[in-house]
């Protein structure tokens, strides 16, 4: 908890023309991951030069458990599924990108990958920081323009609504011939936590 700043709500809206990898359709399924800590950060405390080979790789096998892994249901036969599900991550650094990975669940051999892509949240965090009590809703907060840096298919709006920040983005997934995901973020305060009036 001394590290925590907070939680991200991630709802995982829908997908809009994925891949097809079965026959004639998918069953499609979305896992997000975020690092906990910065691996710099962890493997700047493991001194290398000291390190055994077996101690190292035992050191590498422990970053697979520096990961936080969420995923949504399966949904069967849809290349443009509806999952509306909330995923939840802890948040130590929002410096950290979030990754997104949609797969085809196979029932007999491994599950294919139908695309990925990457997100930055320091936008949004940068808007939940400043004092926001008052506005109308639906104002405008601030705008992240797609770029051939990011995976946004369209420009994103951060937006003041219901007396939440909150920021839809339309993610544009690699490394597949086509497919979107349709996201959006909330900030969760936890009591106790150090939260993000703390300089990072």
């Not at 079965?22 to 975020?34: A, E, G």
């Not at 410096?95 to 320091?122: C, Q, W």
């Not at 011939?177 to 703390?198: A, D, F, H, T």
Request: aromatic residues 6%; glycine residues 4%.
């Amino acid at each position: 908890m001394d590290n925590l700043m907070g939680l991200l709500r991630i709802k995982v809206k829908r997908g809009i023309n994925l891949a097809i990898r079965d026959v004639c359709s998918s069953d499609p399924y979305v896992v997000v991951k975020m690092a906990k800590q910065s691996l710099y950060a962890y493997l700047s405390r493991v001194s290398l030069r000291q390190c055994s080979y077996r101690s190292m790789v035992s050191s590498l096998d422990l970053i697979d458990g520096l990961l936080q892994k969420l995923k949504t249901r399966v949904v069967k036969k849809d290349v443009n599924p509806e999952w509306n599900e909330d995923l939840t991550l802890s948040i130590a650094d929002y410096n950290l990108p979030i990754h997104l990975t949609v797969y085809d669940h196979d029932t007999f051999s491994l599950d294919d990958r139908m695309g990925d892509a990457e997100f930055d949240i320091k936008p949004f965090i940068e808007a939940v920081k400043t004092r926001l009590e008052g506005l109308p809703d639906g104002t405008i907060i601030t705008k992240v323009p797609a770029s051939r840096t990011n995976c946004l298919s369209e420009e994103s709006s951060v937006v003041w609504k219901d007396g939440k920040v909150v920021q839809d983005l339309c993610l544009r997934l690699r490394n597949v011939e086509c497919g979107e995901v349709e996201i959006q973020l909330q900030w969760i305060n936890v009591p106790g936590s150090r939260g993000l009036n703390m300089a990072y």
